[in-house]
C-alpha cells in the first residue's frame, strides 16, 4: 500500500471515511475539496470552488459534484453519494475498493465485471477541473453517464431551488455550457470524446451536509442537474470530463492531463506530504502572490502571512517567494491599518505589524544581511514604529513607562466571540503585544545601526530602555514564576496560556535565562501537547478540552484549550535557544509525531486545531497554512542546529 492509501474496508465505513478529506488547489485560488468517498460533509465542499471577481475576488461553488453511472447488460449502477435527511442516496461508496493520493487523488470502483478509476486534476492556474475515467476490467460493452450537480453560489452560503436560475444549457464542442445566474462566469462541460449530453433539468432538494448539522449550522441544499453526458468507454481508452470558466478544444484533454500531471509533486513521504501542501498555500494571481490561510474555508490573512512566511518559503529555500510574498503584503498593511481606514476589522489585530520584524529576523536567520534589511524596508519599519507611538492605531496606545496599552477587547489573537462578546477579555497591558514591540524596537535599533542612522537610535533606544524597566515588573509573578497574560486595571490574569511563550521565543526579551527557563518549564508541564500547545491549563476551571457540539460551545473550546500546531515552532525557538544541541532529541520526538497528522483528517496536511484531552482529534480547517509552515521550519531549525 502506498505512502497516502485507503483500502476498501475503510472506505466502506462512512463513520471512517467521511472524516478524511482532500484539498487540491491551481495554485491559484481554486480548488477542489470532498471527503476521500467524494461525498461532500460540508458547505465548503466541491469539485471546481473559484473566487469570481465580479463577487470581490470571494470564493464560489460552481461545480458541487459529479456523479458516475456505469451500464452493463442493460442493468445500471450509480457510483455517486449524497446524504439526505436519513439516508446516503445513491450509496456509490459500496463500490469503492481503493483510495490513493500519490499524485493526484484517484478512486477506485469495483461492480460486476467492471473495474474503474476515477483521478481529479486541477490545472494549474486555470479555473478547471479535469475528472479522468480509466477502465481497468469489463468484460462486455459498458457506458459511462455523467451527472454533473451545480451550485452557483457563495463558499458560505446554501443555494435552494428557485425561479431565478437560469436552467438553460448551451451546446458548446462535446459538451455544454451553462450559467445559473448573472455575475458569473459559464461552466464549460466537456468530454475529451464525444458524447451525448441528454437534457434533463432537475432539482436535487434536501442534501445534507453531515459537518454543518453538527455544528448547527443550516445544512440542507438543493442543487442542480441539466443533465447527463453518456458515451461508451473502453480499455486502453480513458475519457476525460472537463469542466471549466473557459471553453477548451477537447481533443487536448487528454495531452492537458498528462502534462498536468506531469508537473505535480509526489507525496510518498511526510516531507513531500509538507511540501506540497506548502506549495497549495500560496496563490498566485498576477503580481499578487498570498498565502491562503487554510482550506476549506478560510481565506487570508495578513497575520497569518508573516507568521506563516519563514516556514512555507525560507525553511524550504524558496527566497522569491518569500520576497514577492511579502512585498505584496507590504503595499497593503499600511494602508489597511490607517486610521483613515479603521473599520473594527483593522481594530482586532493590533499585534499583526509587529509580526513583521519577527518574519524579517527569519530573513537574516537565511542569510540576508541587516544592512539589506534596513535599506529594503527601513521606511515600513519606521512608519509602523511611529504610528503605534502616536497612537494612530485606535486600539492601542504608548504609555510613558514604554508598554503598549490595549484600549479594547478583541484586539489580539485570541478574539473568538458569541453574540458579540469576546470570550477571552484581553485587554489593558497584554504579554505577547507587548514582548512583540520590545523585540521590534531592538531590532530596528540593530538595523539603524548598519547605516548610523543616529537620529532613529536615539529616539528609539530611549524607549527600549522604559520597556526594560517596566516589562518584568508589570508582567513577572515571583511566587508562581510565570508572567500574567494580561493586566488591566486592578486585575491581572495569571491564566496560564501559550502567549507568554513569545516573550522567551522571541529574539529579544526582557527575561533572564533563568525566567525562561521556568516559563518554559511551566508551558510543557501544562500546555505541551504531541499536537502542539494548548490555549489554556487543564488545571484551569475554564478549560475545555474537547471541539464539540455547536457554534457556541466550539467557540467557547477555540482557546480555552484546543491546541494549535503553529504554536510548537516557537517552542522549539524557546527550547533549542535554551538547550542547544541537548534539546534536539526532545523536539526531534515531537516533530516525528506530526507524521501521523497527514492520514487523520485533511489527507497530506495538518488541520488548524486539535482538540486539547487525548487522543487530540483534529478540527476546523483540513490544511491550514501555519501548521504546515512551522512543522516545516522546525524540521529545518533542527537541522541547522544538529550542524553548530
Known amino acids: 500500500m502506498g ?41 465548503y465542499h466541491g469539485l471546481l470552488i ?28 450509480n457510483l455517486g453519494i449524497h446524504k439526505y435527511p436519513g439516508d446516503y442516496n445513491p450509496k456509490g461508496h459500496k463500490y469503492v475498493q481503493e483510495y490513493e493520493v500519490d499524485p493526484n487523488p484517484a478512486i477506485t470502483y469495483r461492480v460486476g465485471g467492471v473495474v474503474l478509476k476515477k483521478e481529479l486534476l486541477l490545472v494549474e492556474k486555470e479555473q478547471r477541473i479535469l ?47 451553462v450559467r445559473l445566474y448573472e455575475g458569473f462566469p459559464y461552466l464549460h462541460m466537456q468530454t475529451s470524446r464525444s458524447s451525448e449530453f441528454v437534457h434533463a433539468p432537475d432539482w436535487y432538494y434536501n442534501i445534507e451536509y453531515k459537518e454543518e448539522k453538527i455544528r448547527g449550522y443550516e445544512c440542507h441544499e438543493d442543487l442542480f442537474v441539466p443533465g447527463y453526458f453518456e ?35 509526489n507525496r510518498n513521504s511526510f516531507e513531500s506530504c509538507l ?60 494602508n489597511r491599518f490607517s486610521p483613515e481606514k479603521a473599520l473594527n476589522k483593522n481594530r482586532t489585530s493590533v499585534d499583526v505589524p509587529l509580526w513583521l520584524f519577527w518574519t ?9 544581511d541587516k544592512k539589506t534589511i534596513w535599506t529594503r524596508y527601513k521606511k515600513s519599519i519606521k512608519e509602523i514604529l511611529m504610528r503605534y507611538k502616536s497612537g494612530s492605531f485606535l486600539s492601542i496606545e504608548l504609555h510613558d513607562n514604554g508598554l503598549l496599552w490595549t484600549k479594547e477587547q478583541g484586539v489580539t489573537w485570541m478574539k473568538v466571540r458569541n453574540n458579540g462578546t469576546y470570550l477571552q477579555q484581553r485587554m489593558g497591558y497584554v504579554v505577547e503585544v507587548n514582548a512583540l514591540w520590545y523585540n521590534a524596537v531592538s531590532y530596528a535599533i540593530e538595523l539603524a545601526k548598519t547605516t548610523g542612522d543616529k537620529v532613529f537610535i536615539k ?149 488548524q486545531i486539535y482538540d486539547g484531552n487525548p487522543p487530540h482529534r483534529p478540527n476546523e480547517a483540513t490544511s491550514y497554512a501555519l501548521s504546515v509552515a512551522e512543522i516545516i521550519r522546525v524540521g529545518k531549525l533542527i537541522k541547522d542546529h544538529s550542524k553548530n
Not at 470571494?58 to 449502477?77: K, M, P, R, V
Not at 498528462?258 to 505535480?264: G, I, S, V
Open 360 to 368: 524579517l529576523q527569519k530573513y537574516e536567520e537565511y542569510g540576508a
Open 131 to 177: 475528472v479522468k475515467y480509466t477502465l481497468l476490467e469489463a468484460h462486455s460493452p459498458t457506458k459511462i453517464r455523467l451527472q454533473p450537480f451545480l451550485a452557483f453560489r457563495d463558499i458560505h452560503a446554501l443555494t435552494k431551488a428557485n425561479m431565478d436560475a437560469n436552467t438553460r444549457a448551451e451546446e458548446i464542442p462535446n459538451g455544454i455550457k
Open 231 to 265: 458515451l461508451d468507454i473502453k480499455k486502453g481508452s480513458p475519457i476525460i470530463f472537463s469542466a471549466g470558466a473557459k471553453a477548451v478544444t477537447p481533443n487536448i484533454l487528454n495531452r492537458q492531463f498528462n502534462h498536468e500531471l506531469k508537473n505535480r509533486i
Open 459 to 607: 529616539e528609539w533606544h530611549t524607549i527600549k530602555l522604559k520597556v526594560e524597566e517596566s516589562f518584568n515588573e508589570i508582567f513577572w509573578n515571583n511566587e508562581q514564576e510565570v508572567l500574567a497574560d494580561y493586566v488591566t486595571g486592578d486585575y491581572t490574569s495569571f491564566s496560564i496560556r501559550p502567549n507568554m511563550l513569545f516573550a522567551v521565543s522571541l529574539p529579544y526579551s526582557c527575561l533572564s535565562q533563568e525566567q525562561k527557563k521556568l516559563i518554559l518549564d511551566k508551558i510543557g508541564q501544562d500546555l505541551l501537547t504531541p499536537r502542539g500547545l494548548r490555549t489554556l491549563s487543564p488545571d484551569n476551571k475554564d478549560y475545555l478540552g474537547v471541539i464539540e457540539g455547536n457554534e457556541y460551545n466550539r467557540n467557547k473550546a477555540f482557546h480555552n484549550g484546543s491546541v494549535f500546531p503553529w504554536l510548537f515552532g516557537h517552542y522549539a525557538d524557546a527550547y533549542l535557544s535554551l538547550h542547544h544541541k541537548t534539546g534536539i532529541a526532545h523536539i526531534k520526538k515531537l516533530l516525528d509525531g506530526f507524521e501521523e497528522c497527514v492520514n487523520e483528517h485533511g489527507i497530506g496536511s495538518i488541520s
Open 50 to 77: 473559484c473566487p469570481i471577481d465580479t463577487f470581490g475576488g470571494q470564493n464560489h461553488i460552481l461545480l458541487s459534484s459529479l456523479h458516475e453511472t456505469i451500464t452493463q447488460h442493460g442493468a445500471s449502477f
Open 3 to 43: 505512502y497516502l492509501k485507503f483500502d476498501k474496508a475503510q472506505l466502506v465505513n462512512t463513520e471512517y471515511s467521511l472524516k478524511k478529506e482532500f484539498i487540491r488547489t491551481n495554485r491559484a485560488g481554486s480548488f477542489a475539496s470532498s471527503t476521500i468517498i467524494n461525498c461532500n460533509t460540508r458547505k
Open 275 to 334: 511540501v506540497n501542501a506548502a506549495e497549495q498555500a500560496i496563490s498566485r494571481k498576477g503580481k499578487s502572490v498570498r498565502i491562503i490561510n487554510g482550506f476549506p474555508f478560510l481565506s487570508h490573512s495578513e497575520r497569518n502571512t508573516y507568521l506563516a512566511l519563514p516556514g512555507l518559503s525560507l525553511a524550504r529555500n524558496d527566497e522569491k517567494s518569500f520576497l514577492e510574498i511579502l512585498n505584496t503584503s507590504l503595499k497593503t498593511i499600511l
